[in-house]
T-cell receptor, first 110, second 114 residues
């Protein structure tokens, strides 16, 4: 079956670093995506991993281990505007069947 | 102008009514998707289309139908709305011919079925 797990909620302090984990069990794998979604708004693309390792993009980094079915999103130098939900999504095949996790709601406190 | 637009943005309807949600895109993408989002459940795929002549059911297609009128337009219909279809609906597009296939989402339609 398909299953993607993420923590439901996390809290961190402005200026700190936070790591949001995602574990997955899917019938196939052709890439893992992270999206940011502010309340009531559309998800927006943050990062993409298809090979093992770390992808860095400014304050955001994402890591993938395909053998462990595991990814994390690392947010550095947290800002208040980073308060949002973060969605992990796996593309099962190039037919583009995406499976989304339930999302992690991050609250950044002053 | 937004690349992916949805109309209406908000809709209130009654049980049993037929309604249509519309999605248009100017990104030139071939692939389009309809998702619903409920609190705590993430995004669930309703239908997807890889081109005008291709329509596929997603994980929760019962009670819904779609039409791909043109490459740029993909509409979702609720044949007979019921209260548990109250949700936030998103349309998304992706480029199936090049790149990583990142999905781009419209602003969403908030639907309330009474």
């Amino acid at each position: 079956g398909q299953n993607i797990d993420q923590p439901t909620e996390m809290t961190a302090t402005e200026g700190a670093i936070v790591q949001i984990n995602c574990t997955y069990q899917t019938s196939g794998f052709n890439g893992l995506f992270w999206y940011q979604q502010h309340a009531g708004e559309a998800p927006t693309f943050l990062s993409y991993n298809v090979l093992d390792g770390l992808e860095e993009k400014g304050r955001f980094s994402s890591f993938l281990s395909r053998s462990k079915g595991y990814s994390y999103l690392l947010l550095k130098e947290l800002q208040m505007k980073d308060s949002a939900s973060y969605l992990c999504a796996v593309r099962e095949d190039y037919g583009q069947n995406f499976v989304f996790g339930p999302g992690t709601r991050l609250s950044v406190l002053p | 102008d937004a690349d992916v637009t949805q109309t209406p943005r908000n809709r209130i309807t009654k049980t049993g009514k037929r309604i249509m949600l519309e999605c248009s895109q100017t990104k030139g993408h071939d692939r389009m998707y309809w998702y619903r989002q409920d609190p705590g459940l993430g995004l669930q795929l309703i239908y997807y289309s890889f081109d005008v002549k291709d329509i596929n059911k997603g994980e929760i297609s019962d009670g819904y139908s779609v039409s791909r009128q043109a490459q740029a337009k993909f509409s979702l219909s609720l044949e007979s709305a019921i209260p548990n279809q109250t949700a936030l609906y998103f349309c998304a597009t992706s480029d199936g011919t090049s790149g990583r296939g990142t999905q781009y989402f419209g602003p969403g339609t908030r639907l309330l079925v009474l």
